[in-house]
């Protein structure tokens, strides 16, 4: 596999698939992400999260995230001469040196397990490798970042899934999680954490975005941050945002912990609006050229791209 892997662990476009709003293989002008994209890009590992909407919660919510997934892989199955879904490492090796885009998928809320181990292990027999515990809302987990003074922590059910999610080899994904849940975490894992679409608090102070000592947390732990390109977690400050906002989150997180933690998380079709400069997945690239403008080696630029989260990836899930 190629050393430059370029990796976003965080997109939100199985929704707009599942509703027929586009085609996973076909370029349109709507939404940030498609296949053509993705290549032009030069997209190889992407993570597909499935969010379950509001209408399905509590009761429904595995129903529908089976219904998403079903969506997810008669795409990939549609599209197999350039994308293929990888359930370990090796998968991603052989992919991505086949020149196809490594897809990997996720799940954003685990009320989508209603509560039951038995969903969560087949999930994983699905090919879902990694959990986002909660969205914003209180789940069987946990808080979600709605409930930031939250002192709930993880609930036995959700202690129980991340000792299960370890043992499975699944990566858990704090993002959304309250900060007494996001502890939690931390205290029951015995394996690296990844926040896959969160930024910096003391830049942007949003209920969504990491503070100091957790990131120094993430970092303690081997984890991952995935660098989010939502304009409300880049700047509180009521202007256009622009790819060098993506980049300052990027250089404040380096300063605060080293190179080795930080990846992309996009949060591509779970939003609106995008930087300037980072509209869609076929612009992606352009974050390795601003950091190489910026004087960053091309070791910590490959790091940052993909590297680390193809590390965090391999030691989690296995070979």
Not at 110 to 133: C, H
Not at 233 to 257: A, C, G, Q
Request: charge should be neutral; proline fraction near 2%.
């Amino acid at each position: 596999m190629k050393n430059n892997a370029i990796c976003d662990a965080h997109c939100d476009t199985v929704l707009a698939l599942c509703k027929k709003h586009r085609e996973m293989g076909k370029l349109s002008s709507e939404g940030h992400l498609d296949i053509p994209r993705l290549k032009k890009g030069l997209v190889d590992v992407q993570v597909f999260a499935v969010y379950i909407e509001k209408q399905f919660k509590p009761r429904r919510s595995l129903h529908r995230a089976l219904q998403l997934i079903d969506c997810l892989l008669l795409e990939f199955e549609k599209n197999s001469d350039s994308i293929e879904l990888a359930y370990a490492f090796q998968d991603i090796e052989r992919i991505v040196s086949n020149k196809k885009i490594a897809a990997l998928i996720a799940i954003e809320g685990g009320e989508a397990l209603e509560g039951k181990l038995y969903n969560l292990r087949n999930f994983y027999r699905l090919g879902v490798r990694l959990i986002t515990l909660t969205w914003n809302q209180r789940n069987d987990i946990a808080d979600g970042s709605s409930h930031p003074n939250s002192k709930r922590g993880l609930t036995a059910f959700g202690k129980k899934v991340v000792k299960e999610m370890n043992r499975l080899g699944m990566i858990i994904d704090v993002s959304h999680l309250s900060e007494s849940g996001f502890w939690g975490v931390l205290k029951a894992t015995s394996q690296p954490i990844v926040a896959s679409h969160s930024n910096c608090y003391e830049l942007c102070p949003h209920q969504r975005n990491l503070k100091d000592e957790q990131i120094k947390a993430i970092a303690e732990n081997g984890g991952l941050i995935g660098v989010t390109y939502v304009p409300d977690f880049l700047t509180s400050e009521k202007r256009k945002v622009s790819i060098d906002d993506v980049i300052s989150h990027i250089d404040y997180l380096v300063n605060l912990t080293g190179v080795d933690f930080i990846g992309l998380g996009s949060d591509f079709d779970g939003c609106n609006d995008l930087p300037e400069g980072l509209e869609g997945a076929d612009k992606v690239f352009k974050i390795g050229e601003k950091l190489a403008k910026k004087g960053y080696a091309s070791e910590d630029i490959e790091k940052i791209m993909g590297n680390n989260f193809l590390r965090l990836f391999r030691q989690v899930t296995g070979s």
